[in-house]
């Protein structure tokens, strides 16, 4: 009788342990899975985005900024050159394509010193673009002549500016490439702690 009991207890011990790793299990994954989803926002184009406390991918802080997406396309290299008006020979790009983010920055009673326009990045589900600094130079004559690739504004002001991300047939998959119109991009703004994405469509 002794032995069965002692049976009976270790099989209890064991059904006991394996119930507290699994509601520990369960219990840390739905935390973490929900700490996930507080942290990531997604917006649509047309909604005005604040920077509030979170993090640019550059590390800056702009509280007090917004941004609105206004128009998004994706245009073969000429055809950019062409509706742009930039000069080949003066604002070089090698990238087949460009996607062409034209985006509102405004500025409601912020201190910050500015906004960065190199810390928006371009991404899908598995594919990334960043900004040509040559090429935002050619799309924005204002920058051009202030040979800054950041925007500084002054209270209750916006500005609009053309974002150029170049994109390289050798690193996007063929039927990405050959189907882009159907393929979703992603307007990153900021990163930590909370990441804000625009949906591109």
């Known amino acids: ?32 899975h929900g700490l996930y989803e507080e942290k990531k926002e997604v917006y649509s184009m047309g909604d005005t985005v604040p ?5 640019t991918t550059g590390n800056a802080q702009a509280e007090g900024y917004a941004v609105t997406v206004d128009s998004f396309q994706v245009l073969e290299s000429d055809a950019f050159f062409e509706t742009y008006q930039v000069s080949k020979d003066a604002f070089y790009s090698s990238a087949e394509r460009i996607a062409v983010v034209t985006l509102k920055l405004s500025n409601e009673e912020s201190s910050a010193p500015g906004i ?17 600094p040559s090429l ?6 204002d920058l051009q002549k202030s040979r800054s690739t950041g925007i500084s504004l ?13 994109l390289f047939r050798r690193y996007v998959a063929e ?3 050959k189907n882009m119109d159907r393929y979703t991009w992603y307007l990153h703004v900021t990163s930590y702690p909370t990441e804000k994405d625009i949906v591109l469509k």
Request: with cysteine; net charge positive; glycine share 4%.
């Open 51 to 55: 920077f509030g406390k979170d993090k």
């Open 136 to 141: 935002l130079m050619g799309a924005n004559p």
């Open 116 to 132: 960065s326009l190199l810390d928006f990045r371009l991404h899908g589900l598995d594919n990334y673009a960043m900004i040509s």
């Open 1 to 32: 009788m002794k032995k069965y009991q002692k049976k009976l207890c270790i099989l209890f011990a064991v059904l006991l342990l394996a119930a507290l790793w699994y509601w520990r299990y369960y219990s840390l994954n739905a935390y973490y």
């Open 175 to 177: 039927d990405t490439w």
């Open 154 to 166: 002054s209270a209750n002001t916006e500005y609009t500016v053309v974002l150029p991300f170049e």
